[in-house]
């Protein structure tokens, strides 16, 4: 039974371009969401897919985008990079009405 | 709005000793709080978790106390090993909303 698997695991970006990172989450899952995780700081909550929906979202500004697909997986899309973009992207998924989040190893962005 | 503080930022113990770790958190409506432990480079690995309804779980050498009045938690290590060694996150959860992750312990067990 696969966990939540990401891709890719690393990504090099120049200023200014376009990021799409993806997440297949675990098996009986249907709810994924994203954090960005700087350098030396907490997981912050980018937002949630549940049903193809966004149903909450964080504090982060509208060049951050998402999808969820009909099986679950999910993609981040990121426009008009910024170098304080740069951080480990973490998917994490969960069951309905459950509490039991894993987390993906994450794609480690950089943008140069 | 939403905050959990967490405490100390770095702790550093003698092998052996016990390691604690405490969080408050702002959202009385929390109720759900996991603890994850994050390895260099690696991804947050769930260690131990408490609902609101319980105030203390046990696993072996890791512990969890909740004081829903007070609004703390905490992570107790006891006998701590070298492989402890990691970054720390407490979190809390309400109903099926975002995971609200602390800032993170660094702690470091010396041989």
């Known amino acids: 039974d696969a966990g939540v698997t990401q891709s890719p695991t690393h990504l090099i970006k120049t200023r200014g371009q376009q990021v799409t990172l993806r997440c297949s989450p675990k098996?009986?899952?249907?709810?994924v969401s994203w954090y960005q995780q700087a350098l030396g700081q907490g997981p912050q909550f980018i937002f949630q897919y549940y049903e193809e929906e966004e149903r909450q979202r964080g504090n982060f500004p509208d060049r951050f985008s998402g999808h969820q697909f009909p099986n679950y997986s999910s993609e981040l899309n990121v426009n008009a990079l910024l170098l304080g973009d740069s951080a480990l992207y973490l998917c994490a998924s969960s069951p309905t009405g459950l509490r039991g989040y894993t987390f993906g190893s994450g794609t480690r962005l950089t943008v140069v | 709005g939403e905050n959990v503080e967490q405490h100390p930022s770095t702790l550093s113990v003698q092998e052996g000793d016990s390691a604690v770790i405490k969080c408050t958190y702002s959202d009385s409506a929390s109720n759900y709080f996991p603890w994850y432990k994050q390895e260099l480079g690696k991804r947050p690995q769930l260690i131990i978790d408490i609902r609101s309804n319980v105030g203390e779980k046990k696993d072996q050498r890791i512990a969890v106390t909740l004081n829903k009045t007070a609004k703390h938690f905490s992570l107790h290590i006891t006998e701590t090993q070298p492989e402890d060694s990691a970054v720390y996150f407490c979190?809390?959860?309400?109903?099926?909303?975002?995971?609200?992750f602390g800032t993170g312990t660094r702690l470091q067990v010396f041989p």
């Open positions: 979190a809390a959860l309400r109903s099926t909303d975002k995971l609200i």
């Open positions: 098996s009986g899952h249907d709810t």
